[in-house]
C-alpha cells in the first residue's frame, strides 16, 4: 500500500525538519515548501494527502495559500491543516470553516498531539 | 460625539482594527479615544509615532481623563533618552519589537489594563516587513486575549494592502472601515 503524502510548507526550517522527522518516523512520505510559491508550483505536481500550512510567512500567507488552492480546480479538493502561533479570533474560525481547513495546529506543539491529529486526518 | 460605528465596534468586540481614511486619521482616533474613556478605567496607550509629550496634551485638549491612561512611548527614547515616568514607559524604537512586547505585557500585568490602543499598524509598517507586523499584531492579540484584555489596533486605509486585512481579520473580532 502506498504511503501517505504530507507536504509541510513553512518558512521556518527547523520546523520543517522537525515535522519532517516525526511524520516519516509514522511512516508518511514527506514533501516540504518554504513559502507560498513553492508550494503552489510543487502542488503542480504532487498531490499531497494533507498539506500542513503555516500561517505567516512571508510573501504569501497560509490564508492566501489556501484561497489559491480552493480556487485551482485541480487541486480545490485538498485538505488542508494550518499551523499557528497565534489563537484565531470567532471570525477567524468562519473563515477557516469557509476555506475548508481541516484543523489548525497551534505552536509550540506536542509532538504526539500533531501525529495524532495528522492520523485523524488521513488515517 | 462618537459615531456609531465606533461605539457598536468597541462595545461588542474584544479585539477590534480600525482602518481610517488617511484625512480623516487624527479626528476618528479621537473619536475612538473618547468613546474607550467613557467605557474604561484602565488603559494602555503604545504610541509609535506621537511622542508622550505631544500626545498628553493633545488628549488634555480633548478633554479626555489621562490618569486613565499608562502610555508606551515608541518614539521620545531615540532622540532624547528618557527613564520611566509613573504612566510612562519607553521603548527605544518602533523597530524594537521584541522589547515592545516585553514592555507591552510588562504594562498589561502591572496596572491590570482593560484595553490597549495601538497607534498604528499602518507606523509599523514603515519599519517592518508586512509578514513582521503581521507576526507581531497576532501574537499581540493573542497576547491581550490570553490576559482578558481587549485591544484597539490603527490602521491608514490608503497604503494599507487588502490581504493585511484578512489575514488580520482571521485574529480580530472585527475589522471596521470608517468613512
Known sequence: MAKKKIMIVDDEESLIELVKALLEGENYEVITAMDGEECLEKLKTEKPDLILLDMMMPGMSGREVCERVRADPKIKNLKI??????KFSEVGKDVLKR????????????????IRRVKKLVG | MARIDIKEGIKNNKIVVFVIPNKEYAARLEEIITALSKVYKSMCYVSLNKPYN??????????????????????????????AKDHVFYVYSPRALTELSIMIKKVLDKAKIEITIFDSLSTLLIYEEIVNVIRFTQSLMTTLRTRGSGGIFTCLKEGISEDLIKDLNMFADKVITLD
Open chain 1, 81 to 86: 491543516a494550518f499551523i499557528t502561533v497565534a
Open chain 1, 99 to 114: 476555506m475548508n481547513v481541516l484543523d489548525y495546529i497551534t505552536k509550540p506543539f506536542d509532538n504526539k498531539d500533531l
Open chain 2, 54 to 83: 505631544v500626545l498628553i496634551n493633545k488628549l488634555k485638549k480633548s478633554k479626555i481623563d489621562t490618569e486613565k491612561f499608562f502610555f508606551i512611548d515608541c518614539i521620545t527614547e531615540s532622540v532624547e533618552g528618557n527613564a
